[in-house]
């Protein structure tokens, strides 16, 4: 069965003032729409076929780079929607702050190097929280549509959070002032969601 756009839980105007409505639905219907399009074109009559997302991008060799480029589109959108939410922002709680606070000293020492990590990945790319097999957090960035799961790709382990950096991903809002971006993001982040797919994945 071929992979489906995935739809928004929420309005493209939901996240207003952080982001942008029109951004949103580009973003979306655009953007996104068309890594699932050529996704499901790659993987056609092919041994991957039928297989999940995860499935296929652990054990993705990265030569094929339309798999690559269109799997790591379509499975990095569909994480980035989810752990945004209008009622976002604020701070973790319970079992997913006390990691973080393991992990990172404190959750403004977090935001720092979260943001530090989106801020300085040189041109397009992702900044990720992941987690690692016993719980453990740890902080990358990857170029272009790659993202952890994919084999000697990032930080390794799940990603939990991931904030998209490519300039169409805020540029119609916030020009070339990637941190200003960065920084209204955390204004957004579903922080259920992520502490959700934390207590899953650790």
């Known amino acids: 069965m071929a992979f489906a756009l995935p739809e928004l839980k929420y309005a493209f105007d939901a996240l207003e003032p952080h982001i942008d ?5 580009i973003h979306h219907d655009k953007h996104h729409a068309g890594y699932t399009t050529k996704l499901n074109n790659a993987i056609e009559g092919t041994d991957l076929e ?6 296929i991008l652990k054990n993705l060799d990265l030569s094929n780079s339309a798999v690559r480029n269109n799997g790591g589109g379509f499975y990095n959108h569909s994480l980035f929607w989810e752990v945004m939410s209008p009622d976002g922002g604020g701070k973790p709680e319970g ?6 606070d393991t992990a990172f000293g404190s959750f403004d020492a977090f935001k720092e190097e979260f943001s530090n990590a989106a801020a300085g990945q040189f041109g397009s790319g992702w900044a990720w929280l992941c987690v690692h097999d ?9 170029p272009n549509q790659d993202n952890p799961l994919m084999p000697e790709v990032g930080c390794g382990g799940t990603p939990i959070l991931g904030l998209d950096v490519w300039e169409h991903a805020y540029y119609l809002n916030y020009q070339n002032k990637r941190p200003a ?12 969601e992520v502490a959700s797919r934390y207590a899953k994945e650790k």
């Not at 409505?21 to 639905?25: P, Q």
């Not at 016993?134 to 990857?142: M, P, V, Y």
């Not at 960065?182 to 259920?192: E, P």
């Open 21 to 25: 409505a029109k951004t949103m639905e």
């Open 50 to 55: 039928g297989k999940t997302i995860e499935n």
């Open 95 to 100: 079992e997913l702050a006390e990691a973080i």
């Open 134 to 142: 016993g719980g453990k957090l740890e902080i990358c960035s990857t």
């Open 181 to 192: 971006y960065i920084d209204a993001f955390f204004n957004v982040i579903d922080w259920k």
